[in-house]
């Protein structure tokens, strides 16, 4: 698989800012506010020496979320190996729990963590609604597959170091 896991540096902005404007997170509406990803630690993947994926953490008082996993290749191995350095981090900091927060449409989100040992949590009905109209209004009103986007859905895990 060749992948390694790293800690964001400040050698790594250059990429990590453009590649976090491509993928829509250089703002996240969640939770009623908007966080900003590179104000939060950061992994970064390589895949062969080269840029591969980058997961934005929130760590907190015994928990730790992910704000933000974007791989710049589905399928390879990218995503599951962030998944578990923040698993790692998380243990290290003593976090009991691991969350993420994604929306009803991301149905391939859905798959991805609850393949990885993440359970359904909560549900914010209407919360993606309040964040178009007052937070973030590029927000588009239809996601993935044509369904309409409009709730936070909260999924969780107690890590395990791997």
């Keep these: 698989m060749d992948i390694t896991v790293r800690p964001r540096t400040a050698a790594d902005e250059r990429i990590v800012r453009p590649f976090l404007r491509e993928n829509h997170s250089e703002r996240v509406a969640r939770l009623g506010r ?11 993947a390589e895949r062969h020496g080269r840029f591969a994926g980058l997961l934005t953490y929130v760590p907190g008082d015994g928990e730790c979320e992910i704000l933000t996993l974007h791989a710049t290749e589905r399928g390879q191995g990218v995503g599951t190996a962030l998944i578990e350095a923040v698993e790692r981090v998380a243990v ?22 609850q393949r990885r ?37 909260i999924l969780e895990k107690q890590p395990t170091a791997h």
Excluded at 34 to 44: N, Q, S, T, W, Y
Excluded at 104 to 111: E, G, H, K, P
């Design 92 to 113: 290290e900091r003593g976090c009991g729990r691991l969350w993420v927060l994604t929306t009803n449409d991301n149905v391939d989100a859905l798959r991805f963590y």
């Design 117 to 153: 040992g993440f359970r359904l949590a909560r549900l914010n009905p209407g919360a993606v609604d309040r964040a178009r109209e007052g937070l973030k209004p590029e927000i588009p009103t239809h996601g993935n597959h044509g369904i309409p986007i409009r709730d936070e859905v």
């Design 34 to 44: 908007i966080e900003h990803p590179l104000e939060h630690p950061a992994l970064v």
